[in-house]
């Protein structure tokens, strides 16, 4: 039997049931990239120089702003870092710009 802290089982929901609504991740995704394009365009600094800081290499810099790649959280932990934010503030930043 499970402990008190354990967390509920995932659930997959039936297929058909989102119907053509976009995926969460599929539209955090791209809120992640537009973020991360508004922060570095605020600090006045290119793709190469923002991929400088956090360590990436400039073409994946591109690919996450045009969400064509879903960074890891590791990933996401380091561009917060190079750009000096939480990482929750980060990601709450990306939430807050779905609504």
């Known amino acids: 039997m499970p402990g008190p802290d354990a967390l509920p089982p ?12 976009q995926l969460p991740a599929v539209i955090i995704g791209r809120q992640f990239g537009r973020v ?5 365009d605020q ?3 290119s ?3 923002l991929a ?8 994946y810099m591109g690919e996450i ?3 064509a790649a879903m960074p890891s959280l590791a990933t996401a932990a380091k561009l917060a870092l190079a ?3 939480p990482l929750s503030r980060l990601i709450r930043s ?4 779905t609504t």
Not at 10 to 21: E, I, Q, R, V, W
Not at 36 to 40: A, G, I, K, S
């Open 10 to 21: 995932l659930s997959t929901p039936p297929a058909g049931a989102l119907g053509d609504a």
């Open 36 to 40: 991360v394009r508004v922060l570095r």
């Open 43 to 45: 600090r006045g600094w």
């Open 47 to 49: 793709q190469e120089q």
């Open 52 to 59: 400088a800081r956090a360590e990436l290499n400039r073409s």
């Open 65 to 67: 702003e045009r969400a």
């Open 83 to 85: 750009l000096e934010l």
């Open 94 to 97: 990306c939430e807050e710009s």
